[in-house]
């Protein structure tokens, strides 16, 4: 079974930057499909980067700022966060799920393993 762990959430001013990390284990981590979705208070929960075997794809709200990546070698899956803004304030969860390629890697509903979350707080 594939556990999930995040990290690296935390509080940081408008303009600056945060890497947020999830642990893995369990599953084939080279070949998971993963995702980074956010949740604010009061919202669903919105996809915000995924990543699959050699493919990646993001939300049009963090295009070019955020990058998500992968370390193999420390099955450890990143997101990248820059240029912050006060409207990424969210709890930031990472997904998994067993397969190399999801139809749409953005909707929550593809992904059956979650973590714990992290808060992502950015201030005006």
């Known amino acids: 079974q594939v556990q999930l762990a995040e990290s690296g959430g935390g509080s940081v001013q408008s303009g600056g930057s945060l890497r947020l990390s999830c642990a893995v284990s369990g599953g084939t981590f080279s070949r998971d499909a993963m995702g980074w979705f956010r949740q604010a208070p009061g919202k669903g929960r919105v996809g915000v980067a995924a990543?699959?075997?050699?493919?990646?794809k993001y939300a049009d709200s963090v295009k070019g700022r955020f990058t998500i990546s992968k370390d193999n070698a420390k099955n450890t899956l990143y997101l990248q966060m820059n240029s912050l803004k006060p409207e990424d304030t969210a709890m930031y969860y990472c997904a998994a799920e067993e397969t190399s390629t999801v139809l749409f890697p953005l909707w929550q509903n593809e992904y059956r393993y979650w973590g714990q979350g992290t808060q992502v707080t950015v201030s005006s």
């Open positions: 990543i699959d075997y050699g493919r990646t």
